[in-house]
Nanobody, 120 residues
Framework: QMKLTESGGGVEQAGGSLNLSCAASGRPLSDYAMGWYRQAPGMERAWVASIGRDGQTFYSRYVKGRFAISRDDVKNTAYLHMNNLAPEDTAVYLC??????????????WGPGTQVTVSS
């Protein structure tokens, strides 16, 4: 079974940047599509971005143009580069691995999450 571990969260000022990592172990990342999700206090988990096994990327309209998802299958790690952060980006960020992009969000493996806090 694949194990995922997020890192890179922290506290950042509005307009700043953070880079999140999602390290995978137990299975080769190249066999999976990857997604990033976030959950703010009192809110449901929301999709942020996805990347297919072929490298095709997809973004939520709330982050398109500010965030970039990428993957390094050699390092077995996926990334979320977050630029021009805003207070509404504050949330726990989680990564998800599934066999296809269509399965992301409701199947596969999840990490425990990393907290991102953006101050105004």
């Amino acid at each position: 079974q694949m194990k995922l571990t997020e890192s890179g969260g922290g506290v950042e000022q509005a307009g700043g940047s953070l880079n999140l990592s999602c390290a995978a172990s137990g299975r080769p990342l190249s066999d999976y599509a990857m997604g990033w999700y976030r959950q703010a206090p009192g809110m449901e988990r929301a999709w942020v971005a996805s990347i297919g096994r072929d490298g095709q990327t997809f973004y939520s309209r709330y982050v398109k143009g500010r965030f970039a998802i990428s993957r390094d299958d050699v390092k077995n790690t996926a990334y979320l580069h977050m630029n021009n952060l805003a207070p509404e980006d504050t949330a726990v960020y989680l990564c998800n691995a599934a066999r296809t992009t269509h399965e992301l969000g409701f199947r596969g493996s999840w990490g425990p999450g990393t907290q991102v806090t953006v101050s105004s």
